[in-house]
Nanobody, 126 residues
Framework: QVRLEESGGGWVHTGDSLRLSCAGS????????MGWFRQAPGKEREFVGT????????YYTDSVKGRFTISRDNAKNTLYLQMNSLKPEDTAVYYC???????????????????WGQGTQVTVSS
């Protein structure tokens, strides 16, 4: 079993930055890919970005490209989401997710992921 715990959410103004963390514990060696998702009030959960754990290769949804950066610290088993130039439309609960799936595609779907954190709220005011 893998446990994930997000932290770092908060309330910020438009244009501000925030860094989310996702600490993993348990059988983290089984995780091959991690992702960030978000869910705004009244909306479905949406893909934000993903990182392949070993290689560090990343992929982002268009709306956050150039503003958000995913990174990881292997030694600390921690995933990060650096969010810059935040906008009100970035307001959501942010979730980290881990996958033991070695597949080359499908990682933008939440069904690709096996493990989920409890989420952390990010609120961006105009």
């Amino acid at each position: 079993q893998v446990r994930l715990e997000e932290s770092g959410g908060g309330w910020v103004h438009t244009g501000d930055s925030l860094r989310l963390s996702c600490a993993g514990s348990g059988r983290t060696f089984s995780v091959l890919r991690m992702g960030w998702f978000r869910q705004a009030p009244g909306k479905e959960r949406e893909f934000v970005g993903t990182i392949r754990w070993n290689s560090g290769s990343t992929y982002y949804t268009d709306s956050v490209k150039g503003r958000f950066t995913i990174s990881r610290d292997n030694a600390k088993n921690t995933l990060y989401l650096q969010m810059n130039s935040l906008k009100p439309e970035d307001t959501a609960v942010y979730y980290c997710a881990g996958s033991a799936n070695s597949g080359a595609g499908g990682y933008i779907r939440d069904t690709f992921y096996d493990y989920w954190g409890q989420g952390t709220q990010v609120t961006v005011s105009s």
